[in-house]
């Protein structure tokens, strides 16, 4: 029925937790691909014994690249190993709570052909909080629903599609290494579309994420393939998250002059005009109206 395709890098520490999490599902003929694009020899090896000394009947099969390659590489390699109906998609520091994959099979089974997505409990440093989600409307821009002001969150280890949809076609960009989720979404969405799974949800390990380096190419080749399906106002506040990240994790000058540049180009200045007229408008009339008040009661 499901074909589990985990993309793995140096991660051995995740693994039996993901493993765990998979052959808790009961779910029978369901197979797991580890798909390693390159790690260090001692973490492979790692990775290798977990697999061997795992106590289940849960069928794994280690695949190594032997070069370093990336996570949408992988992903895209285990689409073809597949030979169940369905591909699920699990990241190696995530993982799935009891009945995730009963959940997904309980739409299926009422008719349901869209991929399917789903809202997730995040773990960060200290923190953890969930995220519902919610479906994506039918004439909604999925640009929207991932990154505007009423955005919703749809992770790759929440990912369900039709193997038929995928096989002979690497649908994950390999030439991105950010925001690579929210293009397959998008790509998805518009020649299938997606149905949401709001009885269940897939945990994301966030912890150390702020350390990460980010690639802001990728950022910046995302933005603009889909820059005229953004609304203004999200691509302003896209552009200003992007110069926060740049200024935070130090991306380099010449990113934010890109960043300026497209600010520029969206009326950011004049939007930042307007905003302080009318908050300048807002505090004049609200002292007039107190004078008005102040006077009246003398």
Known sequence: MFTVVVPFYNRSRFLRRLLNSISIQCIENLEVFIVDNGSFEEEAGAAWDIINDFDSSLDVCYVSTLKTGNANYARNLGCEFSSKKYIAYLDSDDYWPDGYLNSVLEIINSGESRPIYSGAKV????????????????????????????????????????????????????????????????????????????????????????????????????????????????????????????????????????????????????????????????????????????????
């Open 123 to 298: 773990i960060r440093d200290e923190t953890e909080c969930f995220y519902e989600s919610r479906q994506i409307g039918e004439n909604e821009s999925p640009v929207e629903f991932l990154l505007g002001k009423n955005r919703a969150l749809a992770q790759t280890s929440s990912y369900i599609l039709p193997a038929s949809i995928l096989r002979g076609r690497r649908l994950w960009d390999e030439g991105l290494k950010r925001h690579q989720d929210y293009d397959f979404f998008i790509k998805v969405f518009d020649e299938f579309g997606w149905r949401y799974n709001a009885n269940s949800y897939v945990i994301l390990d966030w912890a150390g994420n702020s350390k990460r380096l980010i690639d802001f190419s990728s950022i910046f080749n995302f933005y603009y393939r889909y820059k005229s399906r953004f609304s203004l106002g999200t691509r302003r506040r896209y552009l200003l998250l992007i110069a926060k990240e740049i200024s935070i994790r130090g991306g380099g000058d010449e990113w934010l002059d890109v960043v300026a540049e497209e600010l520029r180009i969206a009326g950011f200045l004049s939007w930042v005009f307007s905003l302080f007229v009318k908050r300048q408008l807002i505090k004049l009339s609200w002292l007039l109206l107190c004078h008005i008040r102040g006077k009246r009661e003398s």
